[in-house]
């Protein structure tokens, strides 16, 4: 681990995010087995608008709006990916930066979870938990793999 670093526009992107996600955030960087950058911090009201009236969000009162939220991209080798596999990965590293700082996260594809850092799996297995959950409730899953926010 620690061969990844995050870049010049991943740092530009974390201005305005709250101190305790930007520290969980270089943590992860440092164990993820997987590279990432960070796409999105602090948004506008404007921006929040934009992504809601899209259907990219399901929320006007968005934690990216005061700097409670990052949504990370994954790169796999030197291009962009959506992969959820990916997402999994880069989740573990956001949990076990999440159990050493003792600030509670959570991940766009474990809903159900206040604290990623709290469940003692791996993240792939919460996200399938997720999924089995709302679709035991007769709902459809929401997956928003690359979200992470403070709770």
């Not at 608008?49 to 990052?70: D, I, P, Q, W």
Request: charged share 30%; with cysteine.
């Amino acid at each position: 681990m620690g061969e990844f670093k995050l870049s010049n526009r991943s740092h530009a992107n974390l201005e305005g995010v709250d101190n305790k996600l930007i520290t969980i955030v270089k943590l992860a960087i440092a164990e993820t087995k997987i590279d990432f950058g960070v796409i999105c911090g602090l948004r506008t009201i404007d921006e929040q608008r934009e992504l809601f009236n899209k259907g990219a969000s399901k929320t006007m009162e968005s934690k990216h709006l005061s700097g409670y939220a990052v949504d990370l991209m994954a790169y796999a080798g030197s291009r962009a990916s959506w992969e959820l596999n990916l997402y999994d990965d880069i989740a573990d590293a956001v949990a076990k930066a999440s159990r050493l700082t003792e600030v509670p996260v959570r991940w766009g594809a474990a809903w159900h979870l206040d604290n990623i850092g709290d469940y003692s799996g791996r993240m792939e297995d919460a996200m399938n938990d997720y999924i089995d959950l709302r679709r035991s409730q007769g709902r459809r899953p929401f997956i928003d793999a690359p979200h992470f926010e403070l709770m």
